[in-house]
């Protein structure tokens, strides 16, 4: 079956060998010995990286500084086929700016002056493993054009050279930018901020992981002074603080009351001491644990869904996709009540005598939020003003914006169009009601309502029935 984790309140701790569980359904493996997590939401995002990494596609992590992008980055190494194949991770804000084309693609002896011999690229470096591009958005936009062509083709030449090289790597990348406004502005190829961010991880700051703060004190005083504790008041008292230098900075404070606390407990006092003017939330809640808990069911069906748009409804190639057998794909199909294919649909009109055709399908449609979270949900109804929708995470609220894609039932033309929720419900199903489409593609959608809507259905269903504006 297809390997997904529970993601729920569960303690593990793997830095010193030891792993410490409260269950729900299943035991959870190790990250490895790296890899210290204990907050529900940092464990999400963990398992949900362990998943992604038996899968080919791209991944784009963001994050505040210092918040544990490359553990994430590293993770998805860790669990792939390529893990024993190299990793190879690049600084691109570190990169000299008249090197960053030979540093990535490497180049021929005499390409400029100082090129006394031939050195190859990160990318031929990391050939058949993962190449990890950390601040991926400081890249200057003339070396941008052609790390998509890279990446599009897996095929570069090296500065100077007249030999076609050819590669295959797992690219992931990860950025502290918010790239969709540099996209906006002009700064970041929009082609290939999509071509990275086929999924898209978000690594929570430390402030919203307070129960990461206390297992990270004390995998950081092990270290630094393996006789010593801190008291529950004074592990209370670090939860309490910002970090906005998040793992770093916490690391950096852990180690300086280790050595400077004469007695074997370090309190609230010396905290207080040592940390005096950072900032102090007013306010405790685990930010954690109104993160969305996702069960065992709802992840797979979600890897599940993700598959099946990818391959445009194919089971058969999803099913290699997944790395299970076809008739196991099957059979959890009809356990999530996933269907491909749609029924008759019906026909109305507003009062104005607008065409408000809604026909029901069951496809996957990929939603991409505005601040970059990229997810899979499933289209129950479409319609020529908007689409219905099923399996929200409980995080989107009325009035949310988004874009997203789906294509249609024997349709080869993907329909991707910007969205607002109109009404969501607490089940999960939601209403998204259209804000703009590309011409094409609302004609093809409006083409398609219309060959669809052949034999009349009660429409007893709410529906979103207006136009999609051009």
Sequence with gaps: MVDVLIVGAIYIVCADQRVTQLRLEHDIPSFGDDVVARDP??????????????????????????SGKEVIARVL????????R?????????????????????????????????????????????????EIGEIDPRVQVKLLRVLDASTFYRLGGTRKVSVDVRIIAATNRDLQAAVASGLFRRDLYHRITEFHL??????????????????????????????????????????????????NA???????????????????????????????????????????????????????ESTGGNQSRAAERL???????????????????????????????????????????????EDGTCFVVQATDVSAGGVGLASMPTTISPGDKLRLQFTLPDCRRAIEAGATIAWLHSDGTAGAQFLWAQPSERETLLRWLATSAQQPMAATDRIL????PA
Excluded at 41 to 66: N, P
Excluded at 77 to 84: C, E, G, I, K, L
Excluded at 86 to 107: K, Q, T
Excluded at 222 to 237: I, V
């Design 41 to 66: 939401i940092m464990l999400k995002v963990l398992q949900t990286a362990r998943v992604l990494a038996r899968h080919h596609s791209a991944v784009l992590i963001t994050g505040e500084t210092g």
């Design 77 to 84: 190494h860790r669990f792939s086929s390529r893990n024993n």
């Design 86 to 134: 190299p990793w190879i991770d690049v600084n691109c804000a570190a990169l000299p700016e008249h090197l960053v084309e030979s540093e990535l693609f490497g180049h021929e002896r005499g390409a400029f002056s100082g090129a006394d011999t031939a050195k190859p690229g990160m990318f031929e470096l990391a050939n058949g493993g993962t190449l990890f591009l950390d």
């Design 202 to 251: 978000h690594v929570p700051p430390l402030r919203e992981r307070p129960l990461d703060v206390a297992a990270l004190v004390e995998y950081f005083l092990r270290q630094a002074s393996p006789g010593k504790c801190f008291s529950d008041d004074a592990l209370q008292c670090l939860q309490s603080f910002d970090w906005p230098g998040n793992v770093r900075e916490l690391r």
């Design 254 to 308: 852990v180690t300086r009351m280790a050595v400077a606390a004469e007695d074997e407990s370090i309190t609230a006092v010396d905290v207080r001491k040592h940390l005096a003017g950072q900032s102090v939330r007013s306010s405790l809640a685990h930010a954690g644990q109104a993160a969305v808990q996702c069960t065992i069911n709802e992840m797979e069906r979600r890897m599940i869904l993700s598959a099946l």
């Design 323 to 369: 790395g299970i057998p076809r008739r196991t794909l099957c059979r959890k199909l009809n356990e999530h009540q996933i269907g491909f294919g749609r029924r008759r649909g019906s026909s109305t009109r507003n009062a104005d005598g607008a065409d408000s055709t809604r026909v029901k399908l069951s496809v996957p449609v990929r939603i991409e939020m």
């Design 465 to 468: 029935s207006h136009p999609i």
